[in-house]
């Protein structure tokens, strides 16, 4: 498999319980945020995303929460499944450029 | 189905050796991205496309190449110049530069034997 999970740090929880995957981002002016997971050997995927004006946005099975003031994101997964077990980063834009900066990642690991 | 799609899934390079990554999407996406992605750091621009025949070198340009003669494709070449080529390499697109967010191909594990 691939070694970019290599060095993250990891959260491990049981099936079934609830998830929280943390994320500081660097830029105040961000003004929105995606959240991506990555399997293994595979290309990141879309999973919620969130504009700065909002503080929550609320997916299937996923929520996004925004706090602007101490610059952190997070995402809670609900009752988590095996298949949740990944790589997760987020990515913050600057306003008006073509750039998103990525977060280094958390692993997740589902405990059965 | 559209999509993006990167090949080979894995590449060798010897010492001294170019070698070119491919990068083909049918989203119609104007803007088409190249990553590196490396243990432990989050993903690092190389090069990036908002339109055809014009491209932009990312934050970490130094030894790639690139092309974009048609709007549905964006080859990386990684050259001999690249001291530290093995990486995970990801290829992006997008509807509107950073306007919307990214979908990734599936990515390319280039090895220096």
């Known amino acids: 498999g691939e070694s970019v999970g290599l060095h993250l740090p990891t959260l491990s929880v049981q099936e079934g319980d609830n998830s929280i995957i943390n994320c500081a981002y660097s830029?105040?002016?961000?003004?929105?945020f995606i959240w991506y997971k990555q399997e293994s050997g595979k290309g990141p995927q879309f999973i919620i995303d969130?504009?700065?004006?909002?503080d929550k946005r609320q997916g299937q099975r996923v929520t996004v929460l925004l706090n602007k003031t101490v610059k952190h994101l997070s995402l809670q997964i609900a009752a988590t499944q095996p298949g949740d077990s990944a790589v997760y980063f987020c990515a913050e834009r600057n306003p008006g450029t073509y750039k998103y900066i990525f977060g280094t990642g958390t692993r997740l690991k589902v405990l059965a | 189905d559209g999509g993006i799609t990167q090949s080979p899934k894995y590449l060798f390079r010897k010492e001294g050796q170019n070698v070119t990554l491919s990068c083909e999407q049918n989203?119609?996406?104007?803007?088409m991205y190249w990553y590196r992605q490396d243990p432990g750091q989050g993903l690092r621009l190389i090069y990036y496309s908002q339109i055809v025949n014009d491209f932009q070198k990312g934050d970490i340009a130094e030894g790639y190449s690139v092309s974009r003669e048609k709007k549905e494709s964006f080859p990386l070449t990684v050259t001999s110049a690249q001291k530290n080529p093995t990486a995970f390499y990801l290829c992006?697109?997008?509807?509107?530069?950073?306007?919307?967010?990214?979908?990734f191909g599936s990515g390319t594990r280039l090895t220096v034997v």
């Open positions: 969130i504009r700065s004006n909002m």
């Open positions: 989203l119609n996406h104007d803007a």
């Open positions: 830029n105040s002016a961000s003004d929105y």
């Open positions: 992006a697109s997008s509807l509107g530069g950073a306007s919307y967010g990214y979908t």
